[in-house]
């Protein structure tokens, strides 16, 4: 019986950032169910989760950690700061620079939820070990590391390319 020549791959079932987006809008899109079972459109959980358990950052950064426009950012806060999730500071040293963190409130309300992402990350890596798990998250933060001075892709018309 003769076999069938294998299929050269596609180029993008071999391309970095083909796979790390695929693998990302697979594994968050699981999560996303949970966090609107739990009330959070996806933009806010990735606002609440960028901002818990750290520092003030400023809204550009903020933009760019959720891989959201900083208008829709903006905007978001408006909202979470009405309810009193999030808060605004003046940056120190910069006055045209808007540092956000998240309140005491906000960071009660997601508390839960950032439990269950960690159940999700457990679940999700478990397959592959811990060893594994923990060298490709530090080979994905050393990458964020290498390429976060890259400014971020602006839109951009599709006949331009």
Not at 90 to 114: C, F, N, Q, W, Y
């Amino acid at each position: 019986m003769a076999t069938k020549p294998a299929r050269p791959p596609r180029f993008v079932d071999d391309y970095l950032p083909a796979l790390l987006a695929q693998a990302s809008q697979l594994i968050s899109t699981e999560f996303h169910v949970v966090a609107r079972q739990h009330g959070f459109s996806v933009s806010e959980w990735r606002v609440m989760a960028s901002l818990a358990g750290g520092e003030p950052i400023s809204i550009g950064q903020l933009a760019q950690v959720t891989v959201t426009k900083q208008p829709t950012v903006t905007r978001l806060l408006d909202r979470m700061e009405s309810k009193g999730q999030v808060e605004r500071l003046p940056h120190d040293s910069d006055r045209r620079v808007t540092l956000v963190r998240i309140t005491r409130k906000g960071a009660k309300t997601v508390e839960h939820l950032m439990e269950l992402a960690r159940e999700h990350e457990l679940r999700v890596l478990e397959p592959f070990g811990l060893l594994r798990a923990e060298e490709l998250k530090t080979t994905l933060r050393q990458m964020i590391e290498l390429h976060a001075h890259v400014p971020l892709e602006t839109d951009t018309d599709e006949s331009e390319e």
